[in-house]
């Protein structure tokens, strides 16, 4: 069986609702799977939620609840924000689930039996946000040297001594370095290879502590072969991505899944997927071609100049974007994805503001996108019926060659963004073509031909614009799914597949087809329903 290409997202804490920054990776990793699929390609996309540790211990604590009802509760809200998004997943983890404690525990067998764990005294700092060690040594290379703050997340650190089972790292160094400088597209985007290759400059802690005490963390995956102890949270979680393909569990669809095609994940959690997370795989005795073929760590949204915080109150709930910025937008989703796919490039950090949102809104969105589409549907019905029309024996005249052109080679430039995960790019392919589509309608005056004495001249250029939508159409699909899906029924082609080989094919649609019911898109503020 050929490899399906496999997406992942980080698991996310559930110890508070998602915000945009979790909004952000899920619409990434939809977007990417959704193209692929459009492709033609087998696609799997996995999400889920990261439930043991002792931060979520903590919030279950001052939520007044057990650990375990208080992740079901959180958990909901999680999956309700990615159906309003849209979100395509194939599979939903969670790492209480009992399919992926068997898997970790199997992992921590396999490392103990093999003799490759340390029974030790971990002495150094952990920052509880993060759950992450930071030893004195790495806090002492940090800029600025050694301080109490966490060099992620800024928050005092705690100093722990604590006995536990601790992985090797250094002595994986060298062959981690060299696989990371054979496969320059491992670490993207090119910033975050840099930093990861020059943090392999420097000498590795020596281990990495894979467990804690149970009685300092309670709520963890017990280990197998130590009773005083509970799994570091890290490692339970990075495993995911591998239960789920059914790691020592199943190996035909193992090899169909594995190795991972992209893991998408923030900046803040590099070093855990880019080191630790090879490292694991590594001493489970994967060989290299069973490493994640590309670990890509976008960047983080701001909100001014500061990073949102629960103390700030400026936290951008994806909900409420949706639901009450963009009250009355039939496709506020695909706003909402549309703007952050579109705002920064990504890997860049960004900014959102309200007014950014709404600037994009009423000038890509209503003024372009959406008036192509009315003013073609609209210019149908008033002058052909509402039917496709048939165009002149050419299909197009010379006037129409350009945009004909640009609209048939869109899919060769769209790949080219989307093979970097440039999506900004992809869309700004995609906006070009709506730009010069609308041009098209100014210079070729349809209103105009429409006063002459033969027809077509102004079937032809209904006809051009409607091939230019229904391209358009298909391309927006894995961006802006709902709209997509409109502009389809829009032209009445209802449930015909939407494939992104059809956008190289010209001359599709059927003189004579009835187009469906016209709507409008993106309505303007005055008209959204208050
Ligand atoms: N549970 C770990 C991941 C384990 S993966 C095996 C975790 N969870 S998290 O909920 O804290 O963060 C999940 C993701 O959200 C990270 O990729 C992080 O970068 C992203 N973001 C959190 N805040 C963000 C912004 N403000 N902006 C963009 N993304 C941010 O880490």
């Known amino acids: 069986m050929s490899k399906t290409f496999y997406v992942t997202t980080p698991l996310?804490?559930?110890?508070?609702?998602?915000?945009?920054?979790?909004?952000?990776?899920?619409?990434?990793?939809?977007?990417?799977?959704?193209?692929?699929?459009?492709?033609?390609?087998?696609?799997?996309?996995?999400?889920?939620?990261?439930?043991?540790?002792?931060?979520?211990?903590?919030?279950?604590?001052?939520?007044?609840?057990?650990?375990?009802?208080?992740?079901?509760?959180?958990?909901?809200?999680?999956?309700?924000?990615?159906?309003?998004?849209?979100?395509?997943?194939?599979?939903?983890?969670?790492?209480?689930?009992?399919?992926?404690?068997?898997?970790?525990?199997?992992?921590?067998?396999?490392?103990?039996?093999?003799?490759?764990?340390?029974?030790?005294?971990?002495q150094g700092w952990y920052c509880t946000p993060c759950e992450t060690f930071w030893t004195t040594d790495e806090l002492?290379?940090?800029?600025?040297?050694?301080?109490?703050?966490?060099?992620?997340?800024?928050?005092?650190?705690?100093?722990?001594?604590?006995?536990?089972?601790?992985?090797?790292?250094r002595q994986a160094q060298d062959?981690?370095?060299?696989?990371?400088?054979?496969?320059?597209?491992?670490?993207?985007?090119?910033?975050?290879?840099?930093?990861?290759?020059?943090?392999?400059?420097?000498?590795?802690?020596?281990?990495?502590?894979?467990?804690?005490?149970?009685?300092?963390?309670?709520?963890?995956?017990p280990v197998p072969f130590s009773e005083q102890h509970v799994t570091y949270v890290w490692f339970d979680a990075l495993i995911n991505y591998i239960t789920v393909p059914g790691f020592g569990q199943d190996q035909a669809r193992f090899s169909t899944l594995w190795p991972?095609?992209?893991?998408?994940?923030?900046?803040?959690?590099?070093?855990?997927?880019?080191?630790?997370?090879?490292?694991?795989?590594?001493?489970?005795?994967?060989?290299?071609?069973?490493?994640?073929?590309?670990?890509?760590?976008?960047?983080?949204?701001?909100?001014?100049?500061?990073?949102?915080?629960?103390?700030?109150?400026?936290?951008?709930?994806?909900?409420?974007?949706?639901?009450?910025?963009?009250?009355?937008?039939p496709h506020a989703a695909d706003v909402y994805r549309y703007f952050l796919l579109r705002e920064i490039p990504f890997g860049q950090d960004g900014t959102f503001s309200e007014e950014a949102l709404m600037k994009r809104l009423e000038s890509d969105l209503a003024n372009d996108l959406g008036n192509l589409v009315h003013r073609t549907v609209s210019?149908?019905?008033?002058?052909?019926?509402?039917?496709?029309?048939?165009?002149?024996?050419?299909?197009?005249?010379?006037?129409?060659?350009?945009l004909r052109q640009e609209a048939l080679s869109l899919a060769a430039r769209l790949d080219d963004a989307m093979q970097v995960l440039n999506f900004a790019q992809a869309l700004?392919?995609?906006?070009?073509?709506?730009?010069?589509?609308?041009?098209?309608i100014e210079v070729q005056a349809p209103w105009q031909l429409a006063t002459t004495s033969s027809p077509t001249r102004l079937h032809t250029v209904l006809f051009v614009l409607t091939e230019i939508i229904r391209i358009v159409a298909i391309s927006l699909e894995p961006f802006m799914p709902a709209t997509s899906a409109a502009i389809w029924e829009q032209l009445g082609l209802g449930r015909t597949p939407r494939r992104l080989a059809d956008t190289s094919r010209w001359a599709q649609l059927q003189a004579g087809q009835p187009l469906g019911k016209r709507d409008v898109l993106f309505p303007r503020s005055q008209t959204v329903a208050s």
């Open 175 to 221: 062959w981690l370095r060299n696989f990371v400088r054979d496969h320059r597209t491992f670490i993207q985007p090119q910033t975050r290879y840099n930093e990861i290759a020059s943090l392999l400059d420097q000498p590795l802690p020596e281990y990495l502590c894979i467990t804690r005490p149970r009685q300092r963390v309670g709520w963890g995956i």
């Open 428 to 440: 700004e392919v995609i906006f070009q073509l709506v730009t010069h589509a609308n041009r098209y």
């Open 379 to 402: 210019m149908i019905a008033r002058y052909c019926q509402g039917k496709v029309p048939a165009p002149g024996p050419v299909g197009c005249a010379v006037d129409d060659e350009p």
């Open 260 to 329: 991972a095609d992209v893991h998408l994940i923030g900046k803040d959690i590099l070093r855990h997927h880019a080191i630790y997370w090879p490292i694991v795989l590594h001493a489970l005795g994967l060989p290299d071609e069973a490493m994640p073929r590309m670990i890509f760590a976008h960047g983080w949204w701001k909100v001014g100049e500061q990073k949102m915080s629960k103390s700030l109150g400026n936290i951008v709930d994806p909900t409420v974007v949706i639901t009450q910025l963009l009250k009355g937008q």
């Open 12 to 122: 996310y804490y559930v110890n508070a609702a998602p915000h945009i920054g979790h909004s952000y990776t899920n619409i990434a990793a939809d977007c990417l799977a959704r193209y692929h699929r459009l492709k033609g390609e087998e696609v799997f996309l996995l999400t889920g939620t990261d439930e043991h540790g002792q931060k979520i211990e903590q919030a279950a604590k001052d939520a007044g609840l057990q650990p375990k009802a208080f992740v079901d509760q959180v958990v909901e809200r999680f999956k309700a924000l990615w159906q309003l998004l849209g979100i395509s997943y194939d599979d939903f983890i969670r790492t209480t689930e009992a399919r992926h404690v068997r898997v970790v525990q199997a992992c921590l067998s396999r490392l103990h039996d093999e003799d490759k764990l340390l029974h030790a005294t971990y």
């Open 140 to 169: 002492a290379a940090r800029p600025g040297g050694a301080s109490l703050v966490c060099p992620s997340c800024q928050r005092p650190l705690e100093a722990v001594n604590e006995e536990g089972w601790h992985l090797p790292l």
